[in-house]
């Protein structure tokens, strides 16, 4: 067994999606055809041989429950281990809505002092990357620090103000944190990924939370990290990193994802990801099919133009229809001849016969869910 | 003492299928794959969980390995249930003997023990080399109501087709009145399909004394069920009018999965109300490159397209590269076509590697085959009708 439990938080602040998390968890929002954004971090874990995993739940959440279900695709249903959701908690002095991933930490103290590992993982469920958390946790008993923080090099993964970055000396000790800086001083974006010993972690909330402290970054970690009370270590991630942040990344990350060397670092071989199975048939291609640079999943009926297109289970594209650059998912209905560049079109949603809907590169059309347009 | 069960179903899958010669080399024939992303097995599966019936026994015999992984824990199907499930019953060896199933009848007698844990009604019987949708439900309603000990599912075949059939003869409430196997002059068209229906009670009293007859075949079509009649016993016959096919040889394998690329499939795999399940690794989605052309095909996870597919079934994992051309053929899972071959009427079997620019089949004649894990090399010709396995 290994020594290693994982903990997934999917209580992040979810306005920055607009639309697409009105009415799901960021967690929950679909990606890439066939998967959710939780499918990333949870089959990473698993792929890490990690066996006891938790999964906070805030807003919601219920589309992420219907997802996850019993964790059976992931081998997490066992008896000896496997998945636990741990849904809002209501104690005297919390009302079930977190002020920060510590304070939800917090309220589920109970499961973390019931757990036996050694280790936790932690992560948020917004990042997209692939990582070998058994490698991350070797490099953090190596370094001797107290807590493990994941990070990159890669620019530009944060778009927005709201980011998260550090100083890393060369021995990988982290010598500064900045949170949401207009402009930040320094190249490492911090992924939210952190490990450590499962005693300490209890130990530094219950001590945290105490001083009124909430927000695991911007004052644990950052306090700690600043005043020489906590030995911090950075852990470079070796694959490419993207926070879907806004509506812009995560139009992005999908069509940087029609790359096959990009889908090749997230995707390696022997690490398969994960998701929840929908028993579609192949895909049909009918005459009038004319596909180009497309990740397209099962259950589709093809019989016009798609190019430069993500399309998830069960979208059909009419005759005489025309989709580009653009993100279809589950059921959605490009009608006959209907026109559309740049959108993004939720859950059963349609675009009905012979309209036009044309968006920008930098400002895809988001459709919400179940809406004709 | 196990819950009881209204029905068991008894899926007969141990046989080898040598009609489709090498595809069944390393494999029995109800693990061979279907459709893009089936196996033939799926079909009689995937109708018993969505008739409800949950207590499945799969027997097995040849090249059981492939079969008994696919099927797992039975949990693609609905059938990881701990009061049933799907059990897979290979012959096994007793105190002083044991010995290998000798016909279908046989086989269902070597395992009466595992039937009676259940206490059944009904016994379905079924076979695992046909691709068809069937509400088995109504089919056992059908014997309710009619009261009967023994129905056998039929379906009209074209009156020139039905001399190489078994023929129910039917009186006008449906009653058998005379089953002839292979009539040169069939009275009637209504072939049995090999799927039956039995009370549990009557079963099990003509399996016993099937099998202390030493004259007897031990087979369902050749013994229990002229016995039966025979003995006066009460057969209907339930007549099945939806698409159903034998695809015990390699021509008819083929036109079976060429049958799901017309306009309306006669067989809706889309069919949210009758799904047909299958094991599923989750791979990753289907990538169609810039360049390639596809029309009229079935094309699944895991695939990667840069060439021309035309007319085909492509399954989960194959690779088609720029210039390879795949018409009316059939790709299993893993195969990979290489830069510009060329693959015409062909099957071309699991992790198979066609090189560059071979020539596989002919637009013309006999379905081509490529076994499995076979290496076919650059610029080299698999004439059409030839089955090719160094």
Redesign the interface.
Known sequence: MSDIMGLIYTGEMDTRLRELTAVRAIAAVPM???YRLIDFPLSSMVNSGIRNIGIIMQRNYRSMLDHIGSG??WDLHGKRAGLTILPPFLLKDSVGVYEGFLDALHSNLPFLRSCKEKYIVLTNSFMLYQCDFEDMVEEHEKSGADITLMYTKEKGIRRTSQGKYCEVQPDGKVTQIEVDPMISRFDNTMLEVFCLRRELLISLIDLSTSRGHYHFTRQMLQTGVHDGSLKVHGYECKSHVWAIDSVEAYYQCNMDL?D?KN?ASI?PDDK????K?R?E???????G?K?????????C??EGT?ENC??FRGVRVGKGACIRNSIVMQDGRIEPLAEVDYVIMDKQSAVRESTRLIGAANYPVLITKGLTV | MLRKKRCVAMLLAGGQGSRLGILTSHMAKPAVPF???YRIIDFPLSNCANSGIDVVGVLTQYRPLELNAYLGSG??WDLDVTSGGVFVLPPYQTGSSGTWYKGTANAIYQNLAFIEQYNPDYVLILSGDHIYKMDYAAMIKHHQHHEADATIAVRQVPWDEASRFGIMNTDADDNIIEFEEKPKQPKSNNASMGVYVFSWEKLRKYLIDDEADPASSNDFGKNIIPKMLGDGCKLTAYTFSGYWKDVGTIASLWEANMDLLN?RPDID??DKQW????R?????????????E????????GCIVEGT?THS???TNCVIEKGAQVIDSVLLPGAHIGPGAHVVRSIIAENARIGAGASIGEADGDIAVVGINVRVAAEAVVPAGVQYEP
């Open positions: 890439l055809s066939r059976k695709e029609l096959a889908r995707f398969p990801v994960l998701t199975l028993d048939m192949p895909t049909r291609y009918l005459p099919a596909v180009a640079n497309s990740l397209i999943a099962d259950g009926v093809i798609v993500v399309l | 459709g893009g992303k949990a693609p306009d795999l889309h799904r047909i399940y299958a599923n690794e989750g791979y990753l989605p289907q990538y169609i490159a810039q360049g390639a596809l029309s009229r095909c079935l094309i699944t996870e597919v079934v492509v399954s």
